[in-house]
């Protein structure tokens, strides 16, 4: 299935920045409101529905020209215009 990217926002911040930019993210899902993602003119508004699939993945990625990078990616997933449970596969998740 063909993937179209809607926003893409890259840079190096630090650990407070970042978890401000989490918070924000935190308090929108929990009180059930959209979520907009702006970055200069770029702008996008999206509206989780009550139960998203939350996808958590550490990944290393190997280089033979460099260091390895490492990365924790956290990802919400749904279908477009569908409401409902979302599935899920494996334990319950636990970060620490």
Do not use: C, N, Q
């Amino acid at each position: 299935m063909p993937e179209e990217v809607l926003f893409e926002s890259e840079h190096d911040m630090s650990g407070a920045e970042i978890a401000a930019y989490l918070r924000t993210v935190a308090d929108k899902l929990d009180g059930g409101e959209a979520i907009t993602l702006t970055a200069g003119s770029e702008s996008v508004t999206l509206t989780p529905p009550e139960r998203p699939t939350f996808e958590v993945k550490a990944e290393r990625e190997t280089s033979a020209s460099g260091p390895d990078e490492l990365s924790i990616e956290f990802e919400l997933e749904w279908d477009e215009g569908v409401e409902g449970e979302a599935g899920g596969a494996g334990g319950s998740l636990e970060i620490e």
